[in-house]
């Protein structure tokens, strides 16, 4: 990626430095020069708290260490400042006195991203832009619009405030805030988050994979004004203890509130648990995740490990009695002179009873759990197993300034990086109920194959263009957000 570039053209830039500098130097059993850290310092953190940078540094002063080592460390530690999301760029580099002794300083060098966002909400309801444009029929009622603020790097502590106020397809008001480090070692986290969702549209079934939506229209008449037929309330706490640099434990308790239309039961009895149109649960989730990747939003080398417990109801309310375990793991492999990389995925997931309903049934066709070429479908089941494997070539990696015509200056680079891309995705979705009515794709092997171009661009932004061939024979072009994998 581009930020791993510009890190190699640094040291690039030093190696000559380097090399004169480290003559003279205590060598290592293999000839490699020994340093000895004197001092580490971070540059460029104008708002950013320096103990926020320092808690993802590996290297310490007042150590010695072998050059080639000390460089690798460098580069690890360019990775995890930047994966705090608090910076455009970080680049760090070695300071040889110019003595020729081997007393080195450390130098980071930050360039701050924009934190305040307060922003204008118009999207899409539906899953992705194929899912509107086929299924929905391009319908202009499913759009969501509103205002949303975000406060990231609060206090310069990395802390986080979102309020959200939307309307249109689904009404939603929203807070959260979280404060990733609370205690002096900077290892316990705490967040809090409110929403209010109200619908005058939801879905109501699954037939043959895909969501049957009932508006407040069909059930009421048009003549009528605005009627709500469903509302959601959650308000979740979590406390997170990052116990290292890569390994993260999650705790959550969330309490939810859901309301349906009677009519709603009256057409799909197993909407909701029982009879009742009401459902209450207070949730309990533990998810660990070791997180070794290089750049967190479109990772080229590393791995990933994530594994989720989820317990729906505690027996209080009677409405909901449901588990379910999750695990991920991703591999990142650069092969061919930083131009040709391989990822490949696997997910698995298992959830009991056997009987659930229908709004608590998950399944593939969300998010990231999705095989490309069914973008269209919503597999739901109890149990599900993916996997995904993309092999890519880096077509360019470049950086635009935009200089004087921007007047914010985190917004002047433009760094764009292209990567072409062949992939084979696979899965399998186990449904032993009938809700997902004359279902074409649960209880059999599914696949799909093809090829895309992914746009990697600052802030986090992937932008995939993919043309895919799925197990049913249907081909098409699909639009998607963030990493394919």
Avoid: C
Avoid at 139 to 157: C, H, I, M, P, S
Avoid at 275 to 304: A, E, H, K
Avoid at 361 to 386: C, P, S, T, W
Wanted: no cysteine.
């Amino acid at each position: 990626m581009l930020l791993l570039f510009a890190a190699t053209i640094s040291f690039a830039q030093t190696d000559s430095t380097q090399q004169e500098s480290s003559k003279n130097l205590i060598k290592s059993k293999d000839n490699d020069p020994i340093v000895y850290v004197t001092a580490i310092e971070y540059r460029g953190n104008k708002k950013t708290k320096k103990r926020i940078i320092s808690r993802e540094v590996d290297i310490e002063p007042n150590a010695s260490y072998a050059l080639s080592d000390l460089e690798k460390l460098i580069e690890l530690d360019e990775n995890k400042i930047f994966n705090t999301s608090l910076f455009n760029s970080v680049v760090g580099e070695i300071i040889f006195p110019e003595d020729g002794s081997n007393r080195v300083k450390i130098i980071f060098f930050v360039e701050e991203r924009w934190y305040i966002w307060p922003s204008v909400i118009f999207k899409l309801a539906d899953r992705n832009f194929s899912d509107w444009l086929f299924n929905q029929n391009a319908a202009t009622d499913r759009f969501e619009y509103g205002l949303k603020f975000d406060q990231f790097n609060v206090r310069g502590l990395n802390e986080r405030l979102s309020l959200l106020a939307q309307f249109g397809f689904k009404k939603r008001f929203g807070f959260l805030y979280r404060a990733p480090y609370l205690n002096k070692e900077q290892k316990l986290g705490m967040g809090i988050a409110f929403y209010y969702s109200e619908y005058d549209q939801i879905d109501y079934l699954n037939q043959r994979d895909k969501r049957l939506f009932i508006d407040a229209d069909s059930l009421y008449g048009p003549e009528r004004e605005r009627d709500i037929i469903s509302t959601d309330v959650a308000t979740k706490v979590d406390f997170t203890y990052r116990e290292s640099f890569y390994n993260t434990h999650t705790f959550a308790a969330i309490y939810r509130r859901s309301w349906v239309v009677d009519t709603i039961l009256n057409i799909n009895p197993e909407y909701y648990d029982g009879d009742d149109n009401i459902q209450n649960s207070i949730d309990l989730t533990y998810n660990f995740t070791r997180d070794f990747r290089d750049r967190n939003n479109y990772p080229l080398n590393g791995f990933y490990i994530s594994g989720t417990l989820v317990k729906r109801g505690l027996g209080i309310f009677g409405d909901i009695n449901q588990g379910s375990a999750d695990m991920r793991v991703a591999i990142y492999n650069p092969l061919y002179k930083e131009r040709v990389y391989l990822a490949s995925s696997i997910s698995g997931y298992t959830s009991f009873p056997q009987q659930q309903a229908y709004t608590n049934r998950l399944g593939l066709g969300f998010a990231n759990n999705l095989l490309k070429g069914y973008e269209l479908y919503v597999i739901q089941g109890q149990h599900y197993l993916m996997q995904k494997n993309e092999l890519k070539l880096r077509l360019f990696s470049v950086e635009g300034n935009l200089g004087k015509w921007m007047f914010l200056k985190q917004f002047r680079k433009v760094p764009l990086s292209a990567y072409f891309k062949i992939y084979f995705d696979q899965g399998y979705v186990q449904n032993n109920l009938n809700q997902n009515i004359n279902s074409i794709l649960t209880n059999k092997y599914i696949y799909s194959v093809g090829a895309g171009l992914d746009l990697v661009t600052y802030y986090d932004a992937v932008l995939r263009i993919e043309y895919s061939l799925n197990s049913l024979g249907e081909a098409g072009l699909f639009i998607n957000v963030k990493s394919g994998i």
